[in-house]
């Protein structure tokens, strides 16, 4: 951060007590569709396959043979995020970033140690019902262990017809337990607001599915007619999303310049500027921690690079890279990585995320994180060192 940066960050947590501070599972899609180019080549893959049919002793179909073949070619890739989606599945992807989808109501992310964790777990779904929480590893899923698999197929296997049954292995503090969860249909509401310790409202965003953008604002203005003293935008555990709903979150806070820039092979640099004129006095804090990824890391390093709102928490998940869905002719898709995004300041949160301007210890418990979320809102820690919960 340069020195100016550093003094304006220094001025918003000391005027922080007299309250008068100057107040984003995936990203927003590029549309994209496989075709051939240059001159027709041999298909190799397809005389393999039609051999295999022939002459393996084990009887298997060409579509699950070309499933297969698909799901080889983006393991070459070494992406930890390349995912392949059958027809059904798209379908399912589609609606889930609608807010609807058939599930158990679990949000999961892959930690830098390798485990696929629970990230977020929707209220009143199967999945809270049976006590999942966020943190829980999980180990497999129907049977399957999640070891080296894309964070995508595991939520594949979550996904199903209403009704039926998906058993999922976790392993926490207290061992190791398998639940059978029934699958439902799922609306996620993932805009919440409260009114926490004091007149401090908080606005709570569970993912950035279509629409966020517009029931964040909804609910800062809803907040701001209660004449609130400052607002905590809560980030926790939040998984990601749409990045232009990010990017509507940011602007609700920004009134002008970067939200966010990505670039990568064979991508033309696209920045993301501040959509209209936000509100910047009502001071600000957002809450994060190791679940905060994707498009939540978007918006939480915006704000800090603009030097609107704190950051409070642990340090997020850092999943800085952009994916993009190459639609198939059946319908089915391919996710793969295309480039990385950038804060406003050049930052890049691959593998690193957002360090917060107060940093609370790993393990910190969930309600202590917000009433020091709190504090520094009413100025009453301001950057001193922060004691274990």
Do not use: C
Request: charged content about 25%; proline content about 4%; hydrophobic content about 40%.
């Amino acid at each position: 951060m340069t020195p100016a940066g550093t003094r304006r960050r220094r001025a918003l947590l000391a005027t922080a007590g007299a309250l008068t501070v100057s107040a984003a599972f995936v990203f927003g899609f590029l549309a994209g569709r496989v075709g051939r180019t240059g001159p027709e080549a041999p298909d190799v893959v397809s005389e393999a396959a039609e051999r295999l049919r022939g002459s393996a002793a084990t009887d298997v179909s060409r579509h699950e043979l070309d499933e297969a073949a698909i799901r080889g070619m983006l393991s070459a890739l070494g992406d930890r995020y390349a995912a392949y989606y059958d027809t059904s599945d798209y379908a399912q992807f589609q609606r889930l970033l609608d807010g609807r989808y058939s599930g158990v109501g679990l949000w999961l992310g892959r930690v830098p140690a390798g485990q696929v964790e629970v990230t977020s777990v929707l209220p009143d779904s199967p999945a809270a019902a049976a006590g999942l929480r966020v943190g829980d590893t999980i180990v497999d899923v129907a049977g399957d262990s999640v070891d080296d698999v894309p964070v995508g197929e595991i939520v594949r296997r979550m996904h199903g017809d209403v009704g039926t049954v998906v058993a999922i292995t976790v392993r926490r503090a207290t061992g190791i337990q398998t639940l059978r969860l029934r699958r439902v249909d799922l609306v996620s509401s993932d805009v919440t607001t409260d009114v926490v310790s004091g007149n401090v409202g908080r606005i709570r965003v569970a993912a950035f599915t279509r629409g966020t953008g517009k029931e964040v604002r909804d609910a800062f203005a809803r907040l701001r007619a209660k004449h609130v003293n400052g607002v905590v935008l809560d980030l926790r555990g939040n998984p990601g999303g749409l990045l232009d709903e990010g990017v509507q979150v940011a602007s609700a806070f920004l009134d002008k310049g970067l939200v966010v820039s990505y670039r990568g092979r064979g991508v033309e640099e696209k920045t993301y500027d501040v959509i209209g004129r936000g509100e910047t006095t009502t001071p600000l804090a957002v809450l994060v921690d190791a679940g905060t990824a994707s498009a939540a890391e978007v918006v939480a390093g915006a704000l800090q690079d603009h030097n609107r709102a704190l950051v409070v928490g642990g340090r997020t998940y850092g999943k800085g890279s952009v994916q993009q869905p190459l639609v198939l002719s059946d319908g089915s898709a391919l996710e793969v990585t295309v480039a990385r995004y950038f804060t406003p300041s050049g930052r890049s949160v691959e593998q690193v995320g957002i360090t917060p301007d107060v940093d609370l210890p790993v393990g910190y418990d969930a309600a202590a994180a917000l009433r020091r979320a709190v504090e520094v809102l009413s100025g009453t820690v301001a950057s001193a060192p922060v004691p274990r919960g």
